[in-house]
């Protein structure tokens, strides 16, 4: 039987739809990013990512290339452009977050807006829940999880980025638990969390809820 992991881990071979002359790349990549050095090799991660995603491989390192997707596009939408603010902003807070070599907004080079970060590799939990990992291992992640959310959200959008204020906070979390129910930290009641998700996955949700309030609360240094 499929799994998500199947269906989304690793890369495969560019989709004929996502094809682009891997020649300009090439170039554009050794005029634009320090260090690099072909020759390249592309492939396409797997998975439904709204703006396509390719791994680039190079003798001495891996890059990740996002793009808008080819093709006509409604205003505003797949801005990878200010993917690649966001995360460069991000990098002098001492928030964990991919190197960003570049942003190329020139159509001509790949056929369209594309930006190079680092490939970080890692550890993909492509179920929410946790389930086959022993409660105590789920807390810990759960916890990891809630200290990361708050870290990002004590950073102060109005610094390099204060007209992307709304962007922060419409940033959904964990598969339902928002920044408006973190609100409640800040001085709004908190609704019943427990009793909020214990319904979705039974007592793994409801064992990742419950330790929310107090996790994301220490974080931010407020009482819950």
């Known amino acids: 039987m499929s799994t998500d992991a199947d269906a989304n881990a690793g890369t495969t071979a560019v989709r ?3 094809r682009f002359d891997e020649a300009r790349l090439a170039a554009w990549l050794a005029d634009n990013i320090a260090g690099y050095a072909g020759p390249l090799t592309v492939e396409q991660f797997k998975g ?13 390192r891996s890059y990740v290339l996002r793009r808008k997707p080819p093709g006509v596009l409604l205003k505003g939408a797949h801005a990878v452009e200010r993917e690649a603010r966001v995360l460069s902003a991000l990098a002098p807070t001492g928030f964990s977050v991919a190197k960003v070599y570049g942003l190329c907004t020139d159509d001509s080079v790949i056929g369209s807006w ?19 990992m022993e409660r105590k291992e789920r807390a810990a992640y759960f916890d990891a999880m809630n200290e ?3 870290a990002l959200h004590r ?6 980025l204060h007209d992307l ?4 906070a419409s940033i959904a979390i964990a598969d339902g ?3 408006m129910h973190m609100g409640g930290l800040l001085g709004h009641a908190l ?7 214990a319904h979705l996955a039974d007592d793994v949700v409801a064992d990742a809820a419950a330790r929310v309030s107090g996790s994301i609360a220490r974080c931010l240094g407020v009482a819950a």
């Open 16 to 18: 004929d739809a996502y």
């Open 48 to 60: 439904g990512q709204s703006n396509p995603t390719y791994k680039l491989f190079t003798p001495s």
């Open 114 to 132: 594309f930006f190079v970060m680092e490939m970080v590799e890692g550890r993909i939990f492509w179920d929410a829940t946790f389930l086959g």
């Open 148 to 150: 990361t959310i708050a």
């Open 155 to 160: 950073i102060d959008p109005d610094v390099r």
């Open 165 to 168: 204020r709304h962007s922060f």
């Open 177 to 179: 638990i928002s920044l």
């Open 191 to 197: 609704p019943d969390t427990t009793a909020r998700y």
